[in-house]
């Protein structure tokens, strides 16, 4: 069973930045393996995958959405995924959730519980 734990959401206003990170445990999971990724679930509005990286960190996809604004770290030795997120939009506001990805660059098997962004216009 493994564990996804999402923090580093909050309030902040449009055009500054904010650092998410997800901390990944599990008796039998090695974080190290797995691609990882993204997602954000705004309300009326469909689950969204924003950006993976894959198991080394070298290969990364982003949403064309977050594009340019958004970045996707990971560190294996910590078994800690980031997103740093600068020029928020008020559109970035969302629930942000860890996931697994299983399908490259965004099929996901499962997610965390999230973290809320909400960007002020």
């Known amino acids: 069973q493994v564990q996804l734990v999402e923090s580093g959401g909050g309030l902040v206003q449009a055009g500054g930045s904010l650092r998410l990170s997800c901390a990944a445990s599990?008796?039998?999971?090695?974080?190290?393996?797995?691609?990882m990724g993204w997602l954000r679930q705004a309300p009326g509005k469909e689950r969204e995958f924003v950006a993976a990286?894959?198991?080394?960190?070298?290969?990364?996809y982003y949403a064309d959405s977050v594009k340019g604004r958004f970045t996707i770290s990971r560190d294996n030795a910590e078994n800690t995924m980031y997103l740093q997120m600068n020029s928020l939009k008020a559109e970035d506001t969302a629930v942000y959730c860890c996931?697994?990805?299983?399908?490259?660059?965004?099929?996901?098997?499962?997610w965390g519980q999230g973290t809320q962004v909400t960007v002020s216009s």
């Open positions: 990286i894959d198991w080394s960190g070298g290969d990364t």
């Open positions: 599990g008796r039998t999971f090695r974080f190290s393996t797995y691609s």
């Open positions: 996931a697994i990805v299983d399908r490259w660059p965004y099929g996901a098997s499962s």
